[in-house]
């Protein structure tokens, strides 16, 4: 997220990439206090191997995909390690975490549309609305 943030030429993108880096910083944290308190070593961020280059390198439609498919596999292990988990705390966690990485993924796809990056997907039509029109 950090070198996506600092290279995007949209200012959106960017502050999108920034909300991601934000959400991603404060789960990092709250899953390393529940290792720490196990007395296991929380690994360390990869973060420090970004550098300060903010020269695209990649479109900022290329970022928002990718963006998309690691929020999409996030969600995915949060509800297989929900699942397999015996710890009704982790478990707790997972789930408000699952919350919150789905509403940023959907504000994503919602960025994708606006740009026309993405189709927005099929919906079912609004029957209420559909009733009002005769």
Do not use: C
């Amino acid at each position: 997220m950090s070198s996506f943030m600092q290279s995007s030429r949209s200012k959106e993108v960017s502050q999108f990439m920034r909300r991601g880096k934000d959400i991603s910083k404060k789960h990092i944290q709250l899953l390393s206090e529940a290792l720490i308190n196990d007395d296991i070593q929380a690994p360390i961020s990869s973060d420090h191997a970004v550098t300060d280059s903010t020269i695209p390198v990649f479109s900022d439609r290329l970022m928002m995909f990718q963006v998309s498919l690691l929020t999409s596999a996030g969600l995915g292990n949060y509800a297989t390690a929900a699942a397999a988990s015996q710890r009704s705390d982790l478990v707790l966690n997972y789930e408000r975490l699952s919350l919150e990485v789905g509403r940023f993924g959907k504000d994503g796809v919602e960025l994708m549309i606006k740009n026309k990056w993405m189709e927005e997907p099929p919906a079912a039509p609004d029957r209420d609305q559909l009733g009002k029109e005769k």
